[in-house]
């Protein structure tokens, strides 16, 4: 019993000492990531988040990482061809974690899926991944590019998209104007304010960056399942929360702030909760931009909104599998998923106020030679109000692997107003150019002097209701066939009422240029349906063809047309090859050079909503037409290496048919029609963009877009001429780099280049594209630290700031005065000139984000 004792004391001891040992002992993750095909994917960026950890997948697609044990951690896999996905791993004493990893083309999953080691579950496969070739973007890129607005104006960058405001969310695609595009949220259609005048009154767009997953952009050759546009889509995904998150920052134009998480069991911690939540809100003024206009003035701009998105999974009992057996004797395995029901609610609600007292404007403008300068004196004030809100309910039923629904209730409501009175006295005059004289830059001769006065006093009700059916179904246990439908109902409710004058005093004589004096009631709805099949072609999928069509019928005007649209996909990457037989050059060479090739043709007809409807003297025309569009459109992507280093090659050309067009004309971002089918005309050019690291291991890419589109109005004796957005030539270039031995330090650059768009005087049809504007070019910089305050083991046991993201941004690099619009004044000689409004001066910017 003596030697019991001791014995029995040493033995508690050694085993505390080696549980200890084994406590503190690191844990080890490997795996191999592979593709659909089952084979390897090397260079494969495996980013542990939280930590400066970071490896790559070899040539036969393994890795292997060293973390402290008894935590969990975010594992981000990059790859340039298949995208981002992330996994959670939970690492334990001492063990050797098998991670597998299947990475697949088009994988943008930036909400993390928590996946154990050692637990093998089942997948649910979804639909194929978008086939019109979107252009994906991580919300982690929106929130690092130096811009003013963090919002849906990040697809400026991308070829085929326009723009010459920074002050808008607005854009332009392939020749369309800012009312041809579709934006979706998690599948909800959101609808945008109708009277925004400027870019100045605009406030933020919808999307907010930091309750984002996800964005992918279309510019043309969409599927049947998208609505009726004739330009784009940008399909938005919100985030899918697990773990508790939040963010805040503070800035000098925007505050923000947002929160995540789920309500989970005390016995399942590692399984997320039936109830998730994701919420966030937004505060923006653009007062210290406005202040560096050429009208100076007391601005007190402020914009304000609030999104949440809800979701609920009631409690499902696990469904076994059915066998059931075909005519031929073969059985066919039907699976259940573990959810098959989902309750979503969404609300967002903004708020927009833009109220301005002018004092004075100075604008100098003309050529070297001839320099003319306009000073106005100003009286008034003016106030733009846009309050609107959004409140959708979804509902996801999945009976099996093979079906699934997606129900969709959705209101929308907007009360707008304007309200402004201004009067502007102005002296229009020559400057003296002569260097050795002693009144250089003076003013030597007053050629206009008069006095403008604007005043209005406009509201706009308007209220969108619509109910949704969405449906898959795979026809065919090969999953070869997926079907897609859906119907949707939606009615329109808009009461408009106008009072608006503006007029000129000049030489003695007082001119009414425009009254608008109108109101208008308008009740319609329209029956909306389509249907298309997502098809493999051949056993290896790199054939397939996605054909369907949708029916719209509108009551307003008694329409019903039909929209079929087809695209088509030829990827020899998705044929498995044997490599057994092939050397290791021929393997090499064939992930070296891989490409696909896509074509897409159909029919894209936009029915009038309301702005296409209403002429400037306030009259509103119902009968108007569906606008049409078709596209014919033939491009595709090639991966290739330079410098050891991956890159991808996008390119596409296009050409789209244009019919039943309602001629307009742009000032600013407002667009004005002129309401009769009347137009035809035409768009064609080229989108390239080259992406991938041009520096090692830092993702940055280079767009350029060329593009001529014209229209004709039969009659009016002039043919072909260019239409308000012919901008020929557009650039845009997002570049980053980091240090190598201190990745936290980054520098972004985002450059945007457009050629002159067309313009001409006011209220005039067939000289509204007479004369070309300056280009726009701007060139934002930024210089960003991340500090990380606690480590992934301090994250998993208490709360508190994890990150803290600081960024110091120059806006307009190069001081370039950019042209957003004209002011029209005649001189005494009675010789019109066009006003230059300019846009923002070089500013400083200052962020800080925390995220806990």
């Not at 791993?89 to 299947?102: H, W």
């Not at 920052?249 to 590692?270: C, D, M, W, Y």
């Not at 039969?714 to 957005?725: A, E, F, K, L, N």
Request: net charge positive; charged share 20%.
């Amino acid at each position: 019993m003596r030697i019991v004792k001791p014995f029995l004391g040493i033995l508690l001891c050694f085993y505390l000492g080696l549980t200890g040992l084994l406590a503190q002992a690191p844990g080890y993750v490997k795996g191999k990531v592979k593709n659909e095909q089952n084979e390897p994917v090397s260079k494969v960026v495996i980013q542990v988040l939280g930590t400066e950890t970071k490896t790559t997948s070899d040539e036969n697609g393994l890795f292997a990482i060293t973390l402290p044990s008894n935590y969990s951690y975010t594992l981000e896999f990059r790859h340039i061809e298949y995208g981002v996905i992330r996994r959670v791993v939970a690492i334990r004493p001492g063990a050797i974690e098998q991670l597998p990893v299947v990475i697949k083309k088009g994988d943008i999953e930036l909400e993390t899926q928590e996946i154990y080691a050692n637990d093998d579950p089942k997948s649910l496969p979804d639909s194929d991944r978008p086939t019109f070739q979107p252009f994906p973007i991580s919300s982690d890129r929106m929130v690092q590019m130096p811009m003013a607005k963090m919002d849906e104006s990040v697809v400026r960058t991308l070829p085929g998209v326009a723009t010459n405001n920074e002050f808008s969310s607005q854009f332009r695609v392939r020749g369309g104007n800012f009312d041809e595009n579709l934006i979706y949220v998690n599948g909800i259609e959101i609808y945008r304010p109708f009277l925004i005048r400027s870019g100045q009154s605009e406030g933020l767009g919808f999307v907010n960056a930091n309750l984002t997953s996800n964005l992918s952009f279309s510019t043309g050759g969409f599927e049947a399942q998208y609505a009726d546009k004739l330009s784009s889509v940008l399909d938005v995904q919100y985030k899918n929360p697990g773990a508790f998150r939040g963010s805040a920052e503070a800035g000098i134009l925007t505050q923000s702030f947002h929160v995540e998480g789920s309500f989970k069991k005390k016995n399942t911690p590692r399984t997320a909760g039936k109830f998730t939540y994701l919420m966030g809100g937004r505060r923006f003024s653009t007062t210290y931009l406005l202040n560096s206009l050429d009208t100076q003035g007391d601005y007190k701009p402020v914009f304000y909104d609030y999104q949440g998105l809800f979701s609920w999974k009631p409690r499902q009992k696990e469904k076994s599998p059915v066998y059931k057996t075909r005519k031929d004797g073969s059985v066919d395995t039907i699976y259940f998923p573990q959810e098959r029901l989902k309750f979503s609610a969404y609300v967002n609600i903004a708020d927009n106020d833009y109220h301005f007292i002018p004092h004075s404007q100075e604008t100098q403008f003309g050529t070297v030679q001839n320099v003319l300068r306009l000073r106005v004196g100003f009286a008034g004030e003016e106030r733009m109000g846009y309050r609107t809100g959004l409140a959708a309910l979804t509902i996801d039923h999945r009976p099996s692997l093979r079906y699934k629904s997606k129900f969709i209730f959705t209101g929308f409501r907007t009360r707008e107003s304007e309200e402004f009175t201004v009067e502007g006295g102005y002296f229009l005059s020559d400057v003296n150019t002569n260097f050795g004289n002693e009144g250089f830059n003076e003013v030597i001769f007053d050629r206009g002097i008069g006095t403008n006065f604007r005043n209005a006093r406009n509201y706009l009700n308007a209220t969108v209701l619509a109910g949704e059916m969405r449906s898959e179904a795979y026809l065919d246990k090969k999953w070869r066939h997926n079907l897609g439908f859906g119907v949707r109902v939606q009615q329109q409710v808009i009461d408009d009422e106008l009072n608006e004058w503006n007029g000129v005093d000049s030489a003695g004589y007082f001119f009414l240029q425009e009254t608008i004096k109108s109101q208008a009631h308008l009740n319609s709805t329209l029956f909306k349906a389509y249907v298309q099949d997502n098809w493999k072609l051949n056993k290896d999928a790199t054939w397939r063809v996605i054909f369907g069509s949708r029916a719209v019928y509108n009551t307003l005007n008694d329409q019903l047309y039909f929209s079929p649209r087809a695209q088509l996909i030829f990827d020899p990457t998705a044929k498995k090859i044997n490599t057994d037989t092939l050397t290791s050059e021929q393997i090499l060479k064939l992930k070296r050079h891989q490409y696909q090739l896509h074509f897409a043709t159909g029919m894209y007809q936009q029915p009038p909503f309301y702005r296409e409807m209403r002429a400037f003297d306030g009259t509103v025309y119902t009968n108007l037409k569906a606008q049409t569009s078709i596209h014919f459109i033939a491009g595709g992507d090639y991966l290739f290496r330079i410098w050891n280093r991956p890159f991808k090659l996008f390119g596409e050309a296009f050409y789209k048919k244009l019919y039943n067009l309602i001629p307009y004309e742009i000032d600013n971002v407002r667009v004005r029609y002129y309401p009769q089918n009347v137009g035809e005309g035409y768009a064609y050019g080229l989108d390239l963009k080259v992406n991938g690291e041009f520096l090692k291991d830092v993702d940055s890419w280079v767009s350029i877009g060329l593009l001529k589109t014209m229209e004709d109005i039969p009659g009016d004796g002039q043919g072909y001429v260019s239409r308000p957005t012919d901008q020929r030539f557009s650039f845009a270039m997002y570049f980053q780099d980091e240090l190598p031995m201190n990745p936290t330090y980054k520098v972004h650059i985002n450059f945007v280049y457009g050629s002159g768009l067309r313009i001409g005087p006011p209220r005039v049809l067939e000289n509204r594209t007479v004369y070309t504007m300056p280009s726009y070019q701007r060139v934002d910089l930024g210089f960003s630290k991340v500090f990380y305050l606690m480590s992934p083991i301090e994250r998993e046991d208490k709360f508190g700031i994890e990150t803290i993201w600081v960024s110091l941004e120059l806006f307009n690099l190069f001081q370039r005065a950019n042209t957003v619009s004209y002011t029209w004044i005649k001189d005494i000689y009675n010789t019109q000139f066009g006003v230059p409004n300019f846009l923002s001066a070089r500013l400083l910017n200052l962020r800080v984000m925390a995220r806990f």
